[in-house]
């Protein structure tokens, strides 16, 4: 199942009104929304129909001098970009558009507007969540991962900070940027590297050696309902190597005042050992969730699949970004050729 709201624009025209207001095609700018290491987003207009969306406004250039593991961001954007053309649920953040122009190093692309920001503010030591509340948000967390596990994509950096909500308390998974398509030739979901944020990945994932991809996901999602409902993540360290070992070791400490039936499906997720973890089959039946939103059927259309040649052909490169890349190119090669 493709997206058929998405379109490919390989234009831009950048203006300013007499009163200074900044447009991006038939885009007006309305507001900052936030700004990160590699871009920032842009609340803006459409002007044909009123329509609001954020722009996340990339430099090519820059991603592509930006380490992230063994790759470079950009491509890491690029397979981004080819998840979510592909992705359409209502509980995922949806793609509108990509506004790539082969001679800008500018890379914009459409998101939807999801007015509400995070479910919660993502700092350890905030107020928890209303019960009823996080019960219908964690409702709406596995439908949204439940589609994506259908479809064969890992999110990979579950948390407070990338899930969403509407206007009408509609809970949507968002930032894809180390989500991960399954390709291994028997469906398996088994992964060999790590990714994420450190406080809110799996015992598995703290230590070398492959681990199931999907599992590693419930898990981020346990914690994300545990930051809902204690207000902070059950292991806090300033120290990266620390944090692993009290991942992997540590007892978690649950407030025992949380009704049981909440604290039953916490411990349930929240095992260390992923062979007795429960599954996102486990979290839809279980009886807490009883008393929440309806939960719907996974969309069985798919599944959906990304490709190598859809993650390549994402955007394009700039004339200078492709020159840079063939430097660095035979950098290496020389490199190479001299250690021989």
């Known amino acids: 199942m493709s997206n058929d709201k998405h379109t490919h624009t390989t234009s831009v025209e950048k203006t300013v009104r007499d009163d200074g207001t900044k447009c991006i095609n038939q885009f007006e700018v309305v507001k900052n929304l936030g700004k990160g290491a590699f871009g920032k987003v842009k609340l803006v207009k459409n002007t044909k129909d009123g329509e609001l969306y954020a722009l996340k406004i990339m430099d090519k250039m820059v991603l592509k ?26 509980n995922c953040v949806n793609m509108f558009e990509v506004i790539d122009d082969p001679n800008n ?17 993502a700092q350890n030591g905030v107020d928890p969540l209303p019960l009823d509340v996080a019960r219908n ?4 967390l596995v439908c949204g991962l439940e589609y994506l596990h259908f479809n064969q994509i890992l999110h990979r950096d579950l948390k407070p900070e990338n899930l969403l909500v509407t206007k009408d308390n509609t809970l949507k998974l968002a930032d894809f940027g180390v989500s ?7 469906g398996s979901d088994i992964m060999n590297k790590t990714a994420g944020t450190p406080a809110f990945m799996a015992p598995e994932c703290c230590a070398p050696g492959a681990f199931h991809g999907k599992l590693a996901d419930v898990w981020a999602a346990g914690i994300s309902l545990y930051f809902m409902v204690h207000g902070k993540c059950p292991f806090i360290s300033g120290n990266v190597i620390k944090l692993y070992e ?16 909440l604290l039953d499906l916490l411990k349930g997720i929240l095992e260390k050992d992923p062979s007795k973890r ?11 969730l009883e008393g929440g939103k309806k939960m719907p059927e ?16 994402a955007f394009t490169l700039s004339d200078s970004v492709v020159l840079m890349v063939k430097i660095n190119l035979k950098m290496k090669t020389k490199l190479a050729a001299a250690r021989r």
Not at 111 to 119: A, D, I, K, N
Not at 180 to 186: C, G, R
Not at 246 to 261: A, K, T, Y
Request: proline letters at 6%; hydrophobic letters at 35%.
């Open 180 to 186: 991960s398509p399954l390709d291994n030739e028997d």
């Open 298 to 313: 996974v969309t069985n259309k798919g599944p959906i699949s990304v490709t190598a040649d859809e993650i390549a052909s």
């Open 137 to 140: 948000y964690f409702i709406d």
């Open 65 to 90: 001098k930006k380490r992230q593991g063994m790759s470079n961001m950009l491509e890491s954007v690029q397979k981004e970009i080819a998840i979510m053309k592909k992705i359409d649920h209502p």
């Open 278 to 288: 429960y599954t996102l089959a486990d979290c839809k039946a279980h009886k807490w």
């Open 246 to 261: 009290m991942i992997q070791n540590d007892p978690i400490v649950f407030d025992e005042s949380l009704p049981p039936d």
């Open 105 to 121: 190093n500018k890379l914009y692309i459409r998101l939807e507007y999801v007015e509400g920001g995070q479910c919660m503010e």
